[in-house]
């Protein structure tokens, strides 16, 4: 009903709306008065997490982008080795595992049938298993040591939002929860990015007030045939997310690169008219990847690609070779896909909404795949 969808058109666009609260509720009673993360739920001895040597990240869907944001957090703030695989492909591979091995588990049902025996079979191997879910009670936490919730609330249009945000906020508590036990992190170190993550809730809803610029390029690309994402770092798997809710929705082709592999491939595609959206990796980040996704943007330009950029706000350089920029507010940049995220959400349910499909039950999709 109108009720539910608090006034808004469909599930999908009430969801994307929840964001900023879904962050803030799965950051909310987390640390201490002092500032130290206390992650209760995570009923693993301290000690046995002190001797994981592996992370094993197993998901699918966009709860597999997810965990290739907490891969590149972990590994950054943690120094711990990180593997994300999608579970169907874990369970049939003969993957390496031992009891240092910690087994983490993204599902926002947690009743997705391949995730649920990736996790099994990692448990019988001797690994521990973290799951990192949406739905209180359900199969996969049930199964595994532990499990850190997000607090997105239910989610009911197909396509995930909401619940992929929390699950990055929750990849991020895992992580700086795993640097405070291994003091891989100064406590000051940790207090700042967390201060850092107070301050997404209220930026993700700067992002949905400047949502009609989005809406209205999304309108005006309703009879295209198809939209490349490119990213780089975090932003990565933000251009996949990008792809992947295109597909859903909108029944486009959209593909999604890392900015890198452009040359080696992807390039190849570009010709007149082609849209390309591109990640912008902030102009702080520390491995400079802001000048050569630029330039990534010149290369698709000079072959004819209508460029359409989200970059961090004040970033001026990539304004001069973009058609559109949306821009997010500042934040670190390893926290930048809570921002960067939005836009194409939006883009995409505006899309699928011009061609007129109904955004909350694409065609051939389940909210749960419970089969294998
Ligand atoms: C289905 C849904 C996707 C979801 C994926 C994983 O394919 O249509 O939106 O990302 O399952 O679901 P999970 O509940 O395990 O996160």
């Given at each position: 009903s109108a009720a539910e969808k608090d006034g808004y058109d469909t599930f999908m666009e009430k969801e994307i709306h929840d964001q900023p609260h879904a962050v803030a509720d799965t950051l909310l009673g987390r640390t201490d008065a002092a500032g130290q993360l206390i992650l209760d739920e995570l009923r693993i001895d301290p000690e046995e997490l002190k001797s994981i040597t592996k992370i094993i990240v197993l998901a699918c869907g966009t709860s597999a982008y997810a965990g290739m944001v907490a891969k590149y957090a972990i590994e950054h703030w943690c120094r711990i080795p990180v593997e994300v695989e999608l579970s169907h492909e874990f369970r049939y591979r003969d993957p390496i595992i031992d009891p240092n091995t910690l087994v983490v588990s993204i599902s926002q049902?947690?009743?997705t049938m391949d995730t649920l025996m990736a996790v099994r079979y990692a448990k019988e191997q001797g690994a521990r298993t973290v799951s990192i879910c949406n739905t209180n009670g359900s199969t996969i936490p049930r199964e595994s040591d532990a499990v850190l919730y997000t607090?997105?609330?239910?989610?009911?249009?197909?396509?995930?939002t909401k619940a992929f945000l929390a699950q990055i906020t929750a990849a991020y508590l895992l992580g700086l929860y795993l640097a405070q036990l291994n003091k891989k992190l100064y406590s000051q170190a940790i207090k700042d990015i967390l201060a850092q993550l107070a301050e997404i809730p209220a930026k993700i809803q700067t992002v949905l007030d400047q949502a009609d610029q989005v809406k209205e390029l999304a309108r005006s690309m309703k009879d295209t045939g198809s939209v490349l994402f490119l990213g780089r770092n975090v932003g990565y798997p933000v251009a996949l997310e990008g792809a992947l809710k295109l597909k859903e929705l909108a029944y486009i082709h959209a593909e999604g690169f890392a900015a890198g592999e452009l040359k080696h491939g992807p390039i190849a595609l570009i010709d007149e008219g082609q849209p390309v959206f591109v990640v912008v990796p902030s102009p702080m980040d520390r491995h400079s990847l802001h000048a050569k996704v630029v330039s990534n943007i010149q290369e698709v330009r000079a072959r004819g690609a209508k460029t359409i950029v989200v970059a961090e706000q004040?970033?001026?350089?990539v304004k001069q070779y973009a058609e559109t920029t949306f821009y997010v507010p500042e934040t670190l940049p390893m926290l930048m896909p809570l921002l960067t995220t939005v836009p194409l959400q939006i883009f995409a349910l505006e899309l699928a909404s011009a061609k007129g499909y109904d955004v909350d039950q694409p065609r051939n999709l389940a909210k749960s795949v419970t089969v294998e």
């Open positions: 049902s947690g009743e607090h997105a609330g239910p989610e009911i249009a197909v396509a995930s004040g970033d001026e350089d």
